[in-house]
């Protein structure tokens, strides 16, 4: 039996990119699995939400984007700390880059070695990595809420922390009036979830309790397709929210009685793989998911899987 590729190393196919208008003014971009982005216009400007994963990345969706619009873009929105979603920033000249108070606390603590971990793992998505200038870092920051008026009677863009989850700092994006939620890695839409830097007990709980109870009718998760209407929304947020309770039970049950990193992983692989398996980057998350060390390093990954998977 030949060993799995490491994470996502193997996965080289190109996906196709979909540009969604989801209201006047508002845009999805996604890509069969791979990291979703957004933009919003306000009255005479942009705000872009998530980076991608290098400027040259970037610059093909700003390319798509500039068909649609040719507003500046003012702010851009980081949903979070994790590189794929934030050494494009360069590409988009913003004049303010937002994020939780905690993802500039963790790009200062984790940030270079999240870069090489996230660059081992998923090749593909780094698209010319020499344009990337350096580690991205926020110049404005807040712990609660950063309401955005967009102007020209576009009403507000409410990003909103919602406790600990995916990370320490995720942030979603919020447009009350047209009920439209941008969630970054907090809720996955038909995709699987990675939990290694993860609260586990908090996402499964209050968290995605207070991303549901925004009531959105319209939801962009981290990956997956737009879920569209409050059903869709519901099921992605459950499908979210059941994926962790799953493995709270199977790795807690395995610590419980004392048992290895090997039985925890095979407990919760085999209860997630019928329903998940098939989804974006099971394979390649799942190793990654079962104990959380403080910091992934590429030379971590590279152990934790060849104990796992190799
Ligand atoms: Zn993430």
């Known amino acids: 039996m030949a060993d799995k590729a490491f994470a996502s190393s193997a996965d080289l196919a190109e996906k196709e990119q979909t540009l969604e208008l989801l209201a006047d003014g508002v845009y ?91 660059y081992a793992r998923m090749p593909r998505l780094f698209r010319e990595p020499s344009s990337i200038p350096g580690l991205t870092w926020p110049t404005a920051t807040f712990t609660d809420r950063f309401t955005i008026d967009l102007g020209g009677g576009r009403g507000d863009l409410v990003l909103q922390y919602c406790g600990r989850g995916h990370t320490e700092g995720d942030i979603v994006a919020w447009l009350p009036e047209q009920q439209i939620l941008f969630g970054g890695d907090l809720v996955e839409a038909q995709a699987a979830l990675y939990t290694g830097d993860a609260f586990h007990r908090d996402w499964a709980a209050g968290t995605l309790d207070r991303v549901a109870a925004l009531a959105a009718e319209t939801l962009v998760g981290g990956r997956g397709a737009v879920a569209y209407g409050a059903d869709a929304c519901a099921a992605a947020i459950g499908q979210t929210r059941h994926f962790l309770d799953v493995m709270l039970a199977e790795v807690g049950a395995v610590h419980e009685r004392g048992g290895t990193l090997s039985e925890a992983f095979a407990a919760a692989h085999g209860a997630l793989a019928s329903r998940y398996g098939r989804w974006p980057i099971f394979e390649h998350c799942m190793p990654f998911n079962i104990e959380r060390p403080r910091i992934w390093t590429a030379q971590r990954d590279r152990e934790v899987w060849d104990e796992l998977q190799g």
């Not at 919003?40 to 798509?64: H, K, Q």
Request: hydrophobic share 45%; net charge negative.
């Open 28 to 118: 999805a971009l996604t890509a069969e699995g791979d990291p979703n982005v957004g933009a919003i216009e306000g009255e005479d400007f942009l705000v872009c939400f998530e980076a991608m994963a290098t400027p040259i990345a970037a610059r093909r969706w700003l390319a798509r984007l500039r068909e649609q619009t040719d507003k500046p873009v003012r702010y851009l929105v980081l949903s979070h700390y994790h590189a794929v979603r934030v050494l494009g920033a360069s590409a988009f000249g913003a004049g303010i880059i937002v994020t939780h108070e905690k993802t500039r606390e963790l790009i200062a603590e984790r940030g270079r070695a999240d870069w090489e971990s996230e």
